[in-house]
């Protein structure tokens, strides 16, 4: 890794202290009752009893969650990652929370693309890889996973930041490559939570097949495509522009979409970009998707709930 500056050191002693705090939300905190049952706040599961859930994170470290490429005095963007993702797990606890332990057959695990050649990145990967079964799962080990999963997800933004070399996320070649392979499991139900501001890009994969392409950056929308006027949809459509599919019959795999991040240049961009991110995920026959902006973890954290803890 690169030798830190004065300023990227301090950022990244920030960082750290940031990342040790507890993201959790108050409402959904979870505690033990006197029978030592675990009780999350007053989130109710809409799942069926004994249904399973098979959680993947795909985190994008891209130079979006560079605190000073794109500073955010409200919140950065890797804070709201980590809130993102601890709405996520409160999500999960919920569901065992409601289900018999003797049913247990659920499982969360985070993935970065390109693969980390890091061993300590890896090692950081392994410890966000759970399968909770009947044989495995305690009440101490969900009440620990509540605060300790986001902070150990965010390791892996204190890596990337500290490299302060960013090669993008290869989203496209995710879907590809493990889409099926990873992200689906028989028997359960199965989202993709993709932590992103919407922007496919990565330096050693770009195609361009007639007019639709795997790779888009900020500006493009505007520059390249001159989709930045209310017609944008008619030249979508004109002119057949879309995201190459990835992949095809993912019917089994819902996905969860947080952190789009419209480039401020176009007021149209935000718009498009999410009319390309469902053309795209309906074209791989994904049927049921939904995808949030970057606002405040605390705001998003009813949808993302509810998004995980409901039925198709």
Not at 45 to 52: E, G, H, V
Not at 53 to 75: A, G
Not at 139 to 156: D, F, G, I, R, T
């Amino acid at each position: 890794m690169k030798k830190l500056g004065p300023i990227i050191a301090c950022l990244f002693l920030f960082l750290a202290s940031a990342c040790s705090s507890n993201q959790t939300h108050e409402e959904t905190k979870s505690q033990t009752t006197s029978e030592g049952k675990l009780k999350i706040g007053n989130k109710k599961t809409k799942l069926k009893p004994n249904a399973n859930l098979n959680l993947t994170f795909l985190i994008d470290l891209s130079d979006r969650i560079d605190p000073e490429k794109y500073p955010n005095k409200t919140m950065e963007y890797y804070e709201r990652d980590t809130g993102y993702i601890a709405s996520v797990v409160n999500a999960m606890i919920n569901h065992l929370a409601y289900k018999k332990t003797i049913a247990f057959n659920d499982r969360i695990r985070t993935f970065i693309d390109p693969p980390p050649q890091d061993p300590e990145v890896n090692k950081v990967l392994k410890n966000l890889n759970f399968h909770f079964t009947k044989d495995n799962t305690e009440l101490e080990v969900l009440n620990v996973m509540e605060q300790s999963y986001p902070q150990e997800a965010c390791k892996l933004y204190q890596g990337a930041i500290k490299d302060n070399n960013y090669i993008g996320a290869d989203i496209w070649s995710f879907f590809k490559n493990k889409a099926k392979r990873d992200c689906i499991k028989d028997g359960s139900k199965n989202i993709l939570v993709i932590l992103t501001d919407g922007y496919l890009y990565h330096s050693d994969n770009k195609r361009i097949e007639n007019n639709r392409f795997n790779y888009i950056g900020k500006k493009s929308f505007k520059d390249k495509y001159r989709l930045d006027n209310g017609n944008w949809k008619a030249r979508v459509k004109e002119n057949g522009y879309g995201f190459i599919p990835a992949t095809q019959n993912l019917s089994e795999l819902e996905v969860l979409v947080c952190g789009l991040n419209p480039y401020e240049g176009n007021p149209y961009e935000e718009d498009v970009l999410s009319y390309f991110w469902e053309s795209w995920l309906q074209d791989m026959g994904v049927n049921r998707y939904k995808i949030l902006g970057s606002d405040l973890p605390i705001s998003l954290d009813e949808s993302i709930q509810e998004f995980i803890l409901t039925e198709k």
